[in-house]
């Protein structure tokens, strides 16, 4: 693979998806938001946007975590920031996964506009986490058939609430 040097006054384009615990707290969130915002900022890289898409459910188990929460940064800069950025990420205790993706290649620094709100990295706020229902293996797999409410012939008819005009009437022999 050959190595392409940017121009001065040019960069690349990356994207960044970060997930960390389910069960993370708001400062150890901003913890890492801002160490991450510092290494592209002293790396001479530019943090384009942040988003969090808050807590959701991982497509795999991850060191026994079913879901995670999910965090979107859009940055320019060279490789130097992309390691820079990979390797505080793996270092921070939070941090389940990440994953970085070459956007674009040979971008204007200057012509890249940025709003101040798209790069704040937003305070944590999740609900507590609820635990999940564990299926078991067998009802995951259609094997065991849903729990089903009782026959109503089976049921006092107090609960059936039954309308007396609708209930059928006995047939005289």
Do not use: C
Not at 21 to 43: I, L, N
Not at 66 to 75: A, D, E, H, N, T
Not at 116 to 142: I, M
């Amino acid at each position: 693979m050959s190595r392409m040097v940017t121009a001065p006054g040019r960069a690349r384009e990356y994207e960044t998806i970060y997930i960390l615990k389910p069960d993370v707290d708001a400062e150890s969130a901003d913890k890492v938001g801002q160490r991450v915002q510092e290494v592209v900022a002293r790396e001479s890289g530019k943090l384009t946007k942040v988003e969090l898409w808050g807590r959701r459910r991982l497509a795999y188990d991850i060191a026994k975590h079913k879901r995670g929460v999910y965090v979107y940064l859009k940055y320019l800069g060279d490789g130097k920031v992309v390691a820079e950025v990979e390797r505080n990420l793996r270092l921070a205790d939070g941090v389940l996964k990440y994953q970085t993706v070459l956007v674009g290649n040979d971008l204007e620094l200057g012509a890249v506009e940025v709003q101040s709100d798209d790069v704040k990295f937003e305070r944590l706020e999740l609900p507590p986490l609820e635990e999940d229902r564990e299926d078991s293996r067998e009802r995951q797999l259609g094997l065991i058939e849903p729990e089903r409410p009782a026959r109503p012939e089976m049921m006092d008819p107090e609960e059936l609430e039954l309308d007396p005009e609708n209930v059928p009437e006995e047939e005289e022999t």
